[in-house]
Every structure is written in C-alpha cells, then in structure tokens.
C-alpha cells in the first residue's frame, strides 16, 4: 500500500558529514514522475514511508578539489535555473529580480547555517552555506542577463 520511501541522504562536504536530507529514492514507478529542469522534483501519488536507513551522497566525498567542484557544478545548475525562470517570467524588472536574488540569498545562508545547523559544523559549515546563498545570486544575475538580452 506504500507508494514511495523517504530514505535520509547524508551531505558530506570538506570531508565533513553536514547534514541529512530525507528524499523519495524508493518508488512504485506507476505511482511518481519527475517535474523541473534544475533538481528534478519527484511527485508521488499516494502513501510514503520512511526508512531508517541512511544513504552517503557522495558527491564531493572523494574529490580533491571541493571548492571547485561545487563551483563548476553551480555554474552549471545556476544557468539552467536562470533559463527556467525566464521562462516562467521574461518581464521582470532589475529591482524584483535584485530582491528576489537578495532574500533568496539570506534565506538560504541563514536556513542552512541555524536551520540545518551548519553553524555548530565549523568551516566547511560555514563554507558550504555561503557558496549555496552564493548560487542563489548567480541564478539571480544570469536570469537578469537573459532579461536585459531579450
């Protein structure tokens, strides 16, 4: 009767564990489908269960350069959500997308860092949470860009 199971993901960053995030990796196929170009959003009908169980993402785990490749990875991702949002509204204008990428921004340092406790793990805490409200503001500043092109 369960259509998906929520399974813990274990973020590591700078050779540290940082925190854990519960994600739908278990699913009836019938029961889910993907929405979203950038972090695909799985959408599940029906009953969803836990496991206890956690999982190591691995994405910067044996990497020599994690700095880096958090950058090169966010440039990446910051273009295709930048396109996603020109998209959905080409009309923007500077100062809501200047807002926009400014709360975004303070919300996710400060979300990461007392929310999820980054904080409390030292530098690559510290790290981690500036380089993601750095993002934010790259997507802001591309989305801008593809604006004042058009």
Not at 42 to 62: A, D, F, P, R, T
Not at 111 to 132: A, C, E, N, Q, T
Request: glycine residues 4%.
């Amino acid at each position: 009767d369960v259509s998906g199971f929520f399974i813990p993901r274990k973020e590591f960053f700078l050779d540290q564990y940082l925190y854990h995030v519960p994600l739908v990796r278990l699913y009836r196929k019938s029961k889910a489908s993907y929405t979203g170009m950038v972090h695909e959003m799985l959408q599940v009908s029906g009953k969803l269960s836990h496991l206890k169980h956690e999982m190591i993402h691995e994405n910067y785990l044996h990497t020599l350069d994690q700095i880096k490749t958090y950058v090169q990875k966010a440039d990446l991702y910051s273009t295709l959500e930048a396109r996603q949002l020109f998209a959905l509204y080409p009309d923007r204008s500077m100062f809501c997308i200047f807002l926009r990428g400014f709360f975004q921004s303070c919300k996710m340092f400060l979300g990461l860092l007392l929310y999820k406790r980054l904080l409390f793990k030292g530098l690559p805490g510290m790290i981690w949470s500036v380089l993601s409200a750095y993002t934010e503001l790259i997507v802001m500043m591309k989305w801008y860009e593809l604006v004042e092109k058009k």
